[in-house]
């Protein structure tokens, strides 16, 4: 195995994170991420060493947060603390210095050692990642910047574990849009990737539907009622120009397919049928021309093929449509009513609600229309399925406790689990790209 050792410093001049690039292993052997039956991994992450011997209260937030992170993934089993044979000093020293033993009779197959500096007002993390059954250093980082940051250098060597261990760049720098109505109006609020720290992002005080981030995650395109109908609305999250789409009649169920390209489904034609849009609001290519309903447009991560979804075979269903030569095929025939189609970033999944039995639920299916697949059951309304940035989360709403709330799962449906809980109900949510790269 070859075993990286690279060092990552965070500048401090203007409090922004920069890291040198990362050296690739040459095999990810430890999370095999296409196994259904995929067994957590024990880590052992202890509370952070800090030069004077007694952890501080700075450590003990940084490992535990980064504990909570790598437990979100559903990749670990976190391992309880009261457990260690080693006391707190452990968990900082050079990995040369670790009895690996102290760790492997505990069950740890892997450990996350850090040590924390303060200093001058800035904070230094040191922070490792280490094989305790082959006694090997699997990822050094370390990262310098002020207090403020700390979250930051958490995600980004959280990044670098997933890294590490399955060749992925991990989710910890994405976030999550999505619809409340908790202020009487249906409103775009976003979030870290694990619920946290919840913002709301549009004021429109009216109905605004179908939140989709655009590939660089710089802006959000939406439905909004704000003026009067159902326009389209391109908005930035840094800056006020926002664009405005207001084609006659609908505007609805927009999604991004390159960086300045969208589409959309529009009815100034007489029906709804999807046009490509650009990010300038000019409307040019219609992609879609059918009597029937088309709608809830979702695009390969190449761009090559469109999923989108068609009445006009009697009922709702998720059809795809080839870029180049235009030619449209059904994917799903499994189910009543099938829709919001969205595609797995490692293109080998949609995922889509539907219809069967009277539930409504989650369910993915190759794109080549084999092996649907049921994610979710007998809890309630479970829709509006959408990917983590590396295919191996899905985040959708459901109602099993009540209201709409957001729950996310393993792409195989494991470890299902509410995100977020705020006042009125949370519906259509939609995960962001990457924030930032390694």
Not at 28 to 45: C, G, H, R, T
Not at 98 to 120: H, N, P, Q, S, Y
Not at 329 to 352: E, H, K, V
Request: charged share 25%.
């Amino acid at each position: 195995m070859f075993v990286h050792r690279a060092i990552c410093i965070i500048c401090t001049g203007m409090a922004i994170l920069f890291l040198a690039p990362a050296i690739s292993r040459s095999a990810y052997d430890y999370v095999d991420i296409s196994n259904p039956s995929l067994q957590k991994i024990p880590i052992a992450v202890p509370t952070f060493h800090t030069p004077s011997g007694r952890p501080l209260e700075v450590a003990r937030e940084a490992s535990d947060d980064l504990a909570k992170h790598l437990d979100f993934t559903g990749y670990f089993q976190i391992l309880e603390r009261n457990r260690f044979l080693v006391g707190p000093n452990q968990g900082g020293v050079a990995p040369d210095a670790i009895t690996f033993k102290d760790w492997t009779r505990i069950g740890a197959e892997l450990l996350v050692t850090g040590l924390i500096r303060l200093e001058e007002g800035l904070i230094e993390m040191e922070l490792r990642l280490l094989d305790t059954v082959k006694g090997e250093l699997l990822v050094g980082k370390r990262y310098k910047g002020w207090p403020k940051d700390q979250q930051k250098m958490i995600r980004r060597f959280c990044n670098e574990i997933i890294h590490s261990l399955t060749g992925e760049w991990g989710y910890f720098d994405s976030r999550i849009a999505f619809i409340s109505n908790g202020t009487g109006h249906k409103e775009i609020y976003i979030s870290d990737f694990d619920g946290a720290d919840a913002k709301r992002f549009t004021r429109h005080d009216s109905i605004t539907l179908s939140p989709a981030w655009s590939p660089d995650a710089a802006k959000i395109a939406y439905t909004s009622y704000a003026r009067g109908g159902p326009d389209l609305f391109i908005r930035p999250l840094s800056g006020r120009e926002i664009v405005v789409v207001s084609k006659e009649r609908l505007n609805i169920t927009p999604a991004w397919m390159a960086k300045n390209m969208l589409a959309a489904t529009f009815s100034f034609t007489g029906d709804q049928e999807i046009h490509l849009v650009s990010s300038d609001g000019k409307v040019s290519r219609q992609l879609t021309d059918h009597w029937g309903i088309d709608t809830s447009p979702a695009f390969s991560p190449d761009a090559k093929e469109m999923a989108f979804v068609s009445d006009r075979s009697g009922s709702p269903q998720v059809y795809i449509r080839d870029m180049n030569s235009g030619r449209v095929r059904r994917l799903t025939f499994q189910g009543s009513y099938n829709t919001q189609p969205s595609w797995s970033p490692r293109g080998d999944l949609i995922a889509y609600s539907s219809i069967e039995s009277g539930e409504i639920n989650i369910y993915v299916i190759d794109p080549t229309g084999r092996r649907p697949r049921q994610l979710t059951r007998s809890a309630g309304r479970n829709e509006s399925p959408d990917w983590s940035p590396d295919g191996s989360m899905i985040v959708y709403s459901s109602t099993r406790e009540g209201p709409s709330r957001i729950y996310v799962m393993t792409a195989y449906g494991t470890d299902q689990r509410r995100l977020l809980s705020l006042s009125g109900e949370q519906t259509s949510p939609r995960w962001s790209p990457r924030l930032s790269r390694n």
